[in-house]
Each structure stands twice: as C-alpha cells, then as structure tokens.
C-alpha cells in the first residue's frame, strides 16, 4: 500500500508540529507549512489525499485557499479538514459551503482528528454527489427512495413526505459528513418547485419525530448544521 499524502497547513508552529508527528506515525507522507500562500503552492505541488487547514492564516486565510482549491478542478475533490479556533462557526459554515469536507475545533485531540482523516478518506475522494444509492441500510434503519420506504426495526414508517425521504436519504448517504443548512437546501430542494416549506430545521424535526427512538442518528451541530451519525467511526 503506498502512503497516503497530507499537506498540514497551520501557522501555530507546535500545532503543526504535533500534526506532523502524528501523521507521520500513522504512515502518512506529510508536508507542513506555517503559510497560507505556501500551503497552496504545496497543496498544488503534491496533490495530496487530503489537506488539513488553519483558517487563520498569515499570508492566505484558510477560506481563501479552500476557494482556490475548489475552483480548480484538478484539485476540486481534494479532501480537506478545517482546522479551527472556537468561535469560528461563521467561518466553519463558509468553508463547508465551499466544499471542506469536515472541521476540527482547538484544542483537538490527535485521536480524534486522526479518526475523522480516516473517516473522510474512506469516504473517498469524490466530491458529495447527489446520493445514487437507493437504498442505505444501517442499525436497524433501511431506507429505500425507490420504493418511498423507511423501516426502523422491522416496523415501516410510511408518513414520509417526499422532501423528508430525501433529505433523510442524502444525509444517510452522506453518513459523517456535517452540512449546513444551505447546503442542504440547494443540495436536496434546489430543484424542487414543490416544495412548500424550505426550512431545513421543520423537515429534520419531522423526520425525527417519524423515526422516534432512532431519532438521534441525525445529529444537530450547534451552530452550523446537521450530521447523519457515521457508525463507522
Ligand atoms: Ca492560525
């Protein structure tokens, strides 16, 4: 197996350090910058499977190479997790809207970042599609979109409205992954005319209310959005 890439963008130098040190004990190829302008480049350089990124940086902020990266398709579906300070929910939802694919808050513990890296590289270097996996099946939970059908523990719950299928579908589909709520807006209703109430948060509680005691697999993240529970991780 050849070693996977990272590029640690992180101007706070022990930080980086202990980043660096983690990763490489993982297996990990890694290379770390303490500038913005000089994470880009790197980041271009060594097309790496997987980039993690300060968001205050000197030199570049963090939302700026995020932007770069997805505006240039030979570096769009690069994962990236943001790397941030408490207080930056305005920033977390920005860089989720640009297409990062997850976030850590200061003070992490290496154990848990390193749990998240190996959970957005099994997720794989594909940007988030539409879900095209009709039916998804986890603890207990089967959620079919052909057939308008979702069973939890044997029993059918058959109130969905068409909107709730899908959102609950793409979040599933998407297990790990947080979205915001606009993101979930134009990923799942941006097409669609029907829809009558485009507030994520009433079709969440309804979907938690039909799903009763599983109601927890959809996490709310404080400030920015929802997450379907990984039970991977
Ligand atoms: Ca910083």
Redesign the pocket.
């Known amino acids: 197996m050849t070693a996977k890439k990272i590029v640690i963008v ?3 130098t022990d930080i980086r350090e202990v980043l660096i040190y983690n990763f490489e004990r993982e297996g990990f190829t890694v290379w770390g910058a303490g500038d913005g302008r000089y994470g880009l480049k790197l980041i271009q350089d060594k097309n790496p499977d997987l980039v993690l990124l ?4 000197p030199g570049l902020d963090g939302l700026e190479i995020c932007r770069e990266l997805k505006n240039d398709k030979t570096t769009a579906a690069i994962p990236i997790i943001m790397v941030t300070a408490k207080g930056e929910e305005g920033d977390i939802v920005a860089g989720l809207e640009l297409g990062a694919d997850d976030y850590v808050t200061k003070p992490f513990s290496p154990k848990e970042l390193m749990a998240r890296a190996q959970a957005v590289l099994r997720r794989g270097r594909a940007l988030p599609a539409a879900a095209n996996d009709k039916r998804i099946e986890c603890d207990g939970l089967i959620i079919d979109i052909e057939r308008h059908l979702v069973i939890v523990d044997g029993e059918t719950v058959s109130s969905f409205t068409a909107t709730e299928l899908k959102l609950f579908h793409f979040l599933a589909f998407n297990a790990g992954r947080v979205f915001t709520r606009d993101h979930l807006l134009s990923r799942v209703m941006g097409e669609e005319s029907f829809v009558v109430d485009r507030n994520i948060d009433v079709h969440i509680q309804a979907i938690r209310k039909k799903i009763g005691r599983e109601r927890k697999i959809i996490e709310t993240i404080r400030g920015i959005g929802y997450r379907f529970r990984d039970t991977g991780e």
């Open positions: 992180e101007d706070e300060d968001l205050m940086l």
